[in-house]
């Protein structure tokens, strides 16, 4: 190829700017690491961590293989612990129960609902019937708990006010996993694995942990200040009510979304996130921000499915069995929330003036398709998704 003289000193002229930068970042003193930086896997990889503009989190991932931290990010800030506080109620119901630590039927079942289904009623029924904020009194000391304190005195009735952090919540977790009598694991554990789609409330609780990992996982979620906008359509579900939300020292204002269990064979790693979101944030919108960052987490042990991530739009958005509108309708979409699409295929044509479409996109999360009208893309096909 032909170059001029001055294209040939342009190209030297670079060269040697490059070179003298070279070498000015070689002896250039070296800056000092600002706080939570450090590689991936490091104990302070807050760096490397997804966590949107305006979120406040607090982070840590333990790899029970090792022994050691992948990630820890403000790790013993306390957050309001909205349901994540379950996990104490039901330790502390099961406590002095050996050595099988059976339960009356109708007892079970209601320990049953608020774990898998984060009933409010079933935990409220624990919380007057066993003490209030004894329970956590006596779970910090048996625990060994560092940064976990009950509701605040003149709020006694208040468990949603109860005050954790992603260290302690850690620690539950290496109670139930390592300390814990055979029957309480099986019991605790058996129903988180059995995690519902919906809330006893309405709302989905297949975000963070489940949205990002394959099975096998275990989960406690924990939500507060969204209000009554739970749509999350689930036969299941028992009617219950809503817990208070606040805590002690804490912020109880923000919007509070938490994701907190096991993920990988013989629970490798656990996982506490908690998160505090703006009081403008919606639901959806939420929900896909905590799912962004525990989806750049360092799991061991953890899978992420296939597909490719995909915004949304509107509300109501219902997912279907099938790819026409008289299928079954499974369930429907937080609005506005970040979906994972598996694949796509042709189907009933749909309109929603101004827009016509007859593909459907496949929602491995949710089991179901919904029409690529509501997924955002300029296009009626998306993008680098296969066909089923």
């Known amino acids: 190829m032909y170059t001029s003289a001055r294209s040939r000193s342009a190209v030297v002229l670079r060269w040697c700017l490059l070179a003298v930068a070279l070498v000015g970042m070689a002896v250039a003193p070296a800056r000092a690491a600002e706080p939570g930086a450090g590689p991936r896997g490091a104990p302070a990889a807050a760096a490397a961590l997804d966590i949107p503009p305006g979120v406040t989190a607090g982070v840590a991932v333990f790899d029970r293989r090792t022994g050691t931290f992948t990630e820890q990010h403000n790790p013993r800030t306390r957050f309001r612990s909205a349901s994540i506080v379950k996990l104490l109620i039901a330790l502390d119901h099961l406590w002095n129960r050996g050595p099988d ?14 774990l898998r289904a984060s009933d409010d009623a079933s935990a409220s029924y624990y919380w007057s019937r066993n003490g209030g904020s004894a329970i956590v009194d006596r779970m910090v000391t048996r625990l060994g708990l560092a940064d976990t304190a009950g509701p605040p005195a003149g709020y006694p009735a208040f468990w949603g006010y109860t ?10 977790y290496r109670y139930l996993l390592d300390s814990a009598p055979e029957p309480v694991r099986t019991i605790v554990m058996g129903n988180l694995r059995q995690s519902a789609r919906c809330g006893t409330d309405g709302f989905d609780q297949r975000f963070g942990i489940p949205a990002s990992f394959e099975r096998p996982w275990a989960v406690k979620q924990g939500w507060s200040g969204f209000g009554d906008s739970g749509d999350c359509s689930n036969t299941t579900a028992v009617a219950g009510t809503r817990g208070a939300v606040g805590a002690n020292d804490v912020d109880v204002t923000q919007r509070a979304l938490h994701t907190t269990g096991t993920v990988g064979n013989a629970d490798r790693s656990i996982v506490a996130v908690f998160t505090l979101q703006p009081t403008s944030t919606s639901f959806g919108a939420a929900y896909s921000n905590v799912n962004r960052l525990v989806r750049s987490l360092d799991v061991p042990g953890g899978v992420h499915p296939a597909g490719t ?4 739009w509107g509300t109501d958005v219902r997912v279907r069995a099938g790819t026409t509108t008289s299928s079954t309708v499974l ?38 398709y919904i029409t690529n009208i509501y997924v955002r893309s300029p296009d009626n096909v998306l993008p680098g998704v296969p066909s089923c």
């Open 101 to 114: 630590h059976g339960l009356p039927a109708d007892d079970r079942a209601r320990l049953d609902t608020m």
């Open 163 to 172: 005050a954790l952090s992603a260290a302690d919540t850690v620690r539950i």
């Open 309 to 312: 991530w995909f915004g949304t």
């Open 331 to 368: 369930t429907e979409l937080p609005a506005g929330v970040e979906v994972l699409v598996r694949c796509q295929r042709q189907g009933q044509q749909v309109e929603v003036p101004p827009y016509v479409n007859d593909r459907w996109a496949h929602l491995p999360l949710y089991g179901g």
